[in-house]
């Protein structure tokens, strides 16, 4: 039997999963069209930083969870500059070639170096890789897929040669003017229509969702109400008409990369005192995020909101009907299956498909 407050709790906590887990994976695909299947490994990267901030140096958790923003943020950076637009390699590429060819046409020149020893010389000079060395992911999915995938399993494995096998886990914070759990009772009109307040919930647990309605509210007005998200944007749309306007489309890419990052550092903060610690936990946070963004479609607010919505509250209807969170992510799953079936563009693409086919018929 479903129970009304059971049901409006446990979705207001598969809610604020998928949100928080898909939000910076939305961003990075949305803008770049790059799938990152180190995202996972990204919100590991954000636990276990609020995880060492907290427990071995002692910070708040109020403090640990932006420094592991900004930690995972600055990795993403690094990746970003490294793996995905590979801008480090081809710089340095540029000045190697540049010192190997001036040698070999040093050694060339010597007097002591047969003819056809120079020649040959010469001919491998001229065979050197010209800049840039390495092209960039962007709208190369199969190729980031690829590239992601094996970072995720360097970060796996370096994480568990680090640290072990498990991590001291983060104890569960107290919600301010809350306590540490919520019943239906201490919530306004809902206590008027239940009459049975046994039940109790993670207070924290609850704040997550109001958390991921605030990520999705700070995710929309970047994007349409500040500069950065006219330039990004812009780079959607079109990026050479948006690179010849003066948008410099790879510091966008970047930046847009270290916002993604930053969210999945967020993710693994918050998450981190309710979970186990362990080096493949951002398994799960994948899986969920990715099916969300497929489902949600090209629009990075209102198509992870709908996802997160729709796929939230299958998942807790079968949970509290067969009573185990098993089968409700194997119905969200199967759900997704469906409706990528049926949706191939997502929902937003399809709401976008038919606003066009209504402009064409009038």
Known sequence: MVNGVNLLFQFLDNFAFIVLAAAGLAIIFGIMGVINLAHGEFIMVGAYATTL???????????????????????????????????????????????????????????????????????????????????PLYDRLADSMVAT???????????????????????????????????????????????????SYSAYRVSLAVIAVGVLAAVYVLFTKTDFGMRARATIQDEDTARALGVDTGRTYMATFAIGSAL???????????????????????VESFVAVVVGGPSVVLGTTMAGGFLGAISAAVTNLLGSTFYGRIAL??????????????????????????????
């Open 53 to 135: 901030a907290n427990i071995r140096f002692g910070l708040p958790l109020l403090v640990a969870v932006p420094v592991a923003m900004v930690a995972t943020a600055l990795f993403g950076l690094a990746v970003e500059r490294t793996i995905i637009s590979g801008a480090v390699p081809n710089w340095l590429w540029k000045y190697a070639r540049l010192g190997l060819a001036g040698g070999l046409g040093r050694l060339a020149a010597l007097d002591a170096v047969p003819e056809r020893a120079a020649a040959s010389i010469d001919a491998a000079t001229r065979r050197l890789p010209e800049s840039p060395l390495v092209e």
């Open 149 to 199: 995938w094996g970072l995720s399993l360097i970060l796996v494995q370096g994480a568990r040669i680090q640290f072990g096998n498990s991590l001291d886990q983060v104890g569960t914070p107290v919600v301010p003017f809350v306590g540490e759990t919520i019943s239906p009772a201490q919530i306004p009109l809902l206590n008027l229509i239940v009459e049975n307040s046994e039940f």
């Open 264 to 286: 999945a550092g967020l993710t693994g903060a918050l998450y981190a005192p309710t979970i186990t610690m362990v080096p493949d936990m951002g398994t799960g946070f994948l």
């Open 333 to 362: 799953l199967l759900t997704a299956i469906v409706l990528i079936r049926f949706l191939p563009s997502g929902i937003t693409g399809f709401v976008r498909e038919l606003r066009e086919r209504r402009q064409e018929a009038t």
